[in-house]
């Protein structure tokens, strides 16, 4: 495989693109495992506060 590279920085764009790829698929898959803990946290924190609270999670209107 012969490419011909125009300059510099489509040199180094091309060398970090087959150098990282592999890094970048690995942060990639741990950013979204991170946003699918937070998402599950948030859920079991929005179905235990009411309980923890010992009410209904709603307060009453002030008069």
């Not at 490419?3 to 970090?16: L, P, Q, Y």
């Not at 898959?29 to 309980?51: G, I, K, L, S």
């Not at 709603?58 to 008069?63: G, N």
């Amino acid at each position: 495989m012969r490419m011909r590279i125009r300059s510099v920085g489509v040199a180094v764009r091309f060398a970090e693109s087959v150098l990282m790829a592999g890094g970048q698929r690995h942060a990639r898959r741990n950013a979204w495992a991170a946003v699918c803990e937070n998402r599950r946290h948030a859920a079991d924190r929005h179905h235990v506060a009411p309980t923890a609270a010992g009410g209904t999670g709603v307060e009453p209107a002030r008069s």
